[in-house]
Each structure stands twice: as C-alpha cells, then as structure tokens.
C-alpha cells in the first residue's frame, strides 16, 4: 500500500481535516501521479455534505487533478514519468457495455467508477484530489497540453468537460443563441467554450456584479435573473440553456426563455424534484434535459480545443489549509471562478 497526506471530510457536519489516506500498489496497467493543483468543485461540497446522498466517510474530496507521472506499471503504453497528465472525475468503468463502448464511460450502464466515494479496483472507497497522489488506470489518465497552466487547466476536468459536452451535444456554433445560467466555476467555462464554438451568449446571473467579467470572458449580453423584465424581455431567445444552478429555480421561467426547438439542460443538480409545466415544454416543441460531465476521449477532445484557443478557467490559487473557507465562498457565490488548491502545500 502507498500512503499520501490529504484533506478528508469525516462527517456531514464537521470541517474537512489533514488526514492520511491509502493508495492502491500500482498495477501493471497503473499510472502513479504526483498531484500538482486540485480544483474545488461544488460537487465536492454536497458530497463532504452528503447533500445527495450518505457520503461514505472518511472521505477525500477533488476531481479536477492535475499533475506529473511519477511511476507507471509494466504494461503502461501511453505515459511515462515526468508527463504531466489529469484525471477527472471518472476513473474506472465497465468498458464493456454500449456506452462504454461508443465512449460515454459517464453513462457506463454497469456504473463507473468515480474518482473519489465510489468501489476502487481494490474494493475499497475511492478517494479523490485533495491529496499528494493517486494511483489511476492509464486508460482513465489524460494528456495535459504543455501549453496549458497547470493551475488553469485541473478545472477543465470537471467544470470544462461537463460544459463542453452538452454544448457539442447539442450542436452550439455560428448562429445559435446560448444562455449560460449562473456564472461559477461551470458557468464561466461556459461562456468561453460556448464563445470560442461560435455562439452569441448571453449570461443569466443572480446579480449585476460580475457582469464586467462575464463580458470579459466571451459573453455578447448579460442579465440579472432578479430584475422582473429580464424573463419578458428574453422570452423566446435561446436555443440552448445550459443552467449550472444546483439551487432550486424556477424551472418554467427558464423554459419560457427557448426558442422552438430549444433545449434548457441541467447540469446543475438541485436536490429535490422540479415542477415543470407541460405547457412550457409543448407551447415550443421545447426540451428539458440533463447532462453529466463527459466521456474519456471527449475530456481529451476538449483539452486540446482549449489548448489550441488558450483558454483556461481563471483560478484562485489556495492552500490546502483554506479548504474550509474557500467552501464557505463558494457557497456564497463568492469565487472568480475556481479555486485550485496547490497540492505542494500538504507535502
Ligand atoms: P459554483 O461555482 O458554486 O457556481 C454555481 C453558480 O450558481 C454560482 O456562482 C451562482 O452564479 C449561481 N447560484 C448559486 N446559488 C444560487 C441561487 N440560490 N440561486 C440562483 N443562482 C445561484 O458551482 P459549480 O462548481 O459551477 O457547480 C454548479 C453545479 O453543477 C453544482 O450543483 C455541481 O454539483 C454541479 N455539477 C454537475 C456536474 C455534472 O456533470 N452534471 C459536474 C460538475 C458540477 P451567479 O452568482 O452568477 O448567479
Ligand atoms: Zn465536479
Ligand atoms: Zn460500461
């Protein structure tokens, strides 16, 4: 067994702590990574919360890991030591179902393996990136374009990824309108992915407060979903909504906002079910649908656009001892865009 020094929350309740975790001996298939940057994605919060489900403390948080190859198994093609590669949220799924197989190991029928809370290949819970390294199958390992910061790049791995690909999915490019809900760590990659397709997109945010930002960042409007015209002067605009919001919303407001044919994704997850009105959905040949973070070779897909665009998340770079307070900013919708945590500090 190898050990790694790392930040673990043990209860629903009770402030993530130092900790020090087990990692898996490496395999032949394996690759040993010595973690560099970490993003803190809400995701991690509602599960070190149980906010969705009993977490299975003790439990690491962090999938959006990037760092150098430290050792690889006898049988490893792909990756030497010294690379510097990523893992996301996914690190293991059946290969063998027809998702799978077509690539989507997201939606891998058997349930894939996540980075951290699901059953490891050892039989043991997985734990995730807030910690000095992580043993992962090659398969699951991405390459990180040398061009790319370090620190920029680990939020495209689950922020990016989970954007990118409803954004391929449902075909934004030159002449679609796309409207980005909440502009986080999701919504701020976003709005640039979407900007660098081709769309005209447009910011739906709480407040006016990071409209300059928003701008900044490829956005050709941007609108306070508090102000009551904003909803009647939308009406009908979009093709697409990608809505990042895990608070409840009012779903039917958003839905009033499509075109004929549009679709209102969540990718977002609020805890309770939503009241949607047929009539919103018929009025409009409209759609409401949900999307989860991306397939293996998608993440690469999309690394490589970003890299060939420059683009990146923009990130606040902290030390794993502020891993609390950054989760009380980002509750508060308090961060531009992403915190990151720098690994080197739980050495
Ligand atoms: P985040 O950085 O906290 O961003 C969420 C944004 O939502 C906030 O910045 C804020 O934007 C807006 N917001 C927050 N509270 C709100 C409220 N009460 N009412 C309306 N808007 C509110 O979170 P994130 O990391 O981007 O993640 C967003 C959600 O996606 C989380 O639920 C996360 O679990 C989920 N997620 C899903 C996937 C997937 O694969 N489907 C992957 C990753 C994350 P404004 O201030 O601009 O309004
Ligand atoms: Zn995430
Ligand atoms: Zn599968």
């Given at each position: 067994m190898l050990t790694a020094n790392a930040y673990a929350a043990t209860s629903a309740t009770a402030p993530l702590t130092r900790s020090t975790i087990e990692r898996r001996e490496v395999?032949?298939?394996?690759?040993?990574?010595?973690?560099?940057?970490?993003?803190?994605?809400?995701?991690?919060?509602?599960?070190?919360?149980?906010?969705?489900?009993?977490?299975?403390?003790?439990?690491?948080?962090?999938?959006?890991?990037?760092?150098?190859?430290?050792?690889?198994?006898?049988?490893?093609?792909?990756?030497?030591?010294?690379?510097?590669?990523?893992?996301?949220?996914?690190?293991?799924?059946?290969?063998?179902?027809?998702?799978?197989?077509?690539?989507?190991?997201?939606?891998?029928?058997?349930?894939?393996?996540?980075?951290?809370?699901?059953?490891?290949?050892?039989?043991?819970?997985?734990?995730?990136?807030?910690?000095?390294?992580?043993?992962?199958?090659?398969?699951?390992?991405?390459?990180?374009?040398?061009?790319?910061a370090p620190a920029a790049v680990a939020p495209l791995l689950c922020a990016g990824i989970t954007v990118y690909s409803p954004l391929r999915h449902w075909g934004a490019g030159p002449g679609t309108r796309v409207a980005v809900v909440g502009l986080g760590g999701l919504g701020h990659m976003a709005v640039q992915l979407a900007q660098a397709m081709g769309s005209d997109v447009t910011v739906l945010s709480q407040s006016l407060k990071k409209r300059e930002d928003g701008l900044r960042l490829g956005a050709a409007s941007y609108h306070a979903t508090s102000a009551p015209e904003t909803f009647s002067a939308l009406a009908g605009s979009f093709n697409l909504i990608i809505n990042t919001v895990s608070a409840q919303l009012d779903i039917n407001a958003y839905l009033s906002l499509l075109a004929v044919d549009g679709t209102l994704v969540n990718v977002g997850v609020p805890v309770g079910p939503l009241s949607v009105s047929v009539f919103q959905l018929v009025r409009g040949r409209r759609s409401l649908a949900g999307s989860v973070i991306g397939g293996i070779a998608q993440h690469q897909e999309m690394l490589d656009f970003c890299a060939e665009r420059g683009l990146g998340a923009e990130v606040e770079v902290i030390s794993a001892d502020q891993i609390n307070q950054a989760y009380e900013r980002v509750l508060a919708s308090d961060v531009r865009f992403r915190f990151v945590i720098d690994i080197s500090t739980l050495a």
């Amino acid at each position: 067994m190898l050990t790694a020094n790392a930040y673990a929350a043990t209860s629903a309740t009770a402030p993530l702590t130092r900790s020090t975790i087990e990692r898996r001996e490496v395999g032949p298939h394996d690759v040993l990574i010595d973690i560099e940057y970490c993003g803190v994605c809400h995701s991690d919060i509602h599960t070190a919360r149980s906010d969705w489900r009993p977490a299975p403390y003790p439990i690491t948080p962090g999938h959006e890991i990037v760092g150098t190859v430290a050792g690889v198994g006898s049988a490893v093609t792909r990756y030497a030591v010294g690379d510097r590669v990523g893992v996301g949220c996914l690190v293991d799924s059946c290969r063998e179902c027809e998702p799978c197989r077509r690539g989507e190991e997201q939606y891998c029928a058997m349930g894939n393996t996540q980075t951290y809370g699901s059953i490891g290949a050892d039989g043991r819970v997985t734990q995730g990136g807030y910690s000095t390294r992580i043993v992962v199958t090659e398969d699951f390992v991405l390459k990180i374009p040398a061009s790319l910061a370090p620190a920029a790049v680990a939020p495209l791995l689950c922020a990016g990824i989970t954007v990118y690909s409803p954004l391929r999915h449902w075909g934004a490019g030159p002449g679609t309108r796309v409207a980005v809900v909440g502009l986080g760590g999701l919504g701020h990659m976003a709005v640039q992915l979407a900007q660098a397709m081709g769309s005209d997109v447009t910011v739906l945010s709480q407040s006016l407060k990071k409209r300059e930002d928003g701008l900044r960042l490829g956005a050709a409007s941007y609108h306070a979903t508090s102000a009551p015209e904003t909803f009647s002067a939308l009406a009908g605009s979009f093709n697409l909504i990608i809505n990042t919001v895990s608070a409840q919303l009012d779903i039917n407001a958003y839905l009033s906002l499509l075109a004929v044919d549009g679709t209102l994704v969540n990718v977002g997850v609020p805890v309770g079910p939503l009241s949607v009105s047929v009539f919103q959905l018929v009025r409009g040949r409209r759609s409401l649908a949900g999307s989860v973070i991306g397939g293996i070779a998608q993440h690469q897909e999309m690394l490589d656009f970003c890299a060939e665009r420059g683009l990146g998340a923009e990130v606040e770079v902290i030390s794993a001892d502020q891993i609390n307070q950054a989760y009380e900013r980002v509750l508060a919708s308090d961060v531009r865009f992403r915190f990151v945590i720098d690994i080197s500090t739980l050495a």
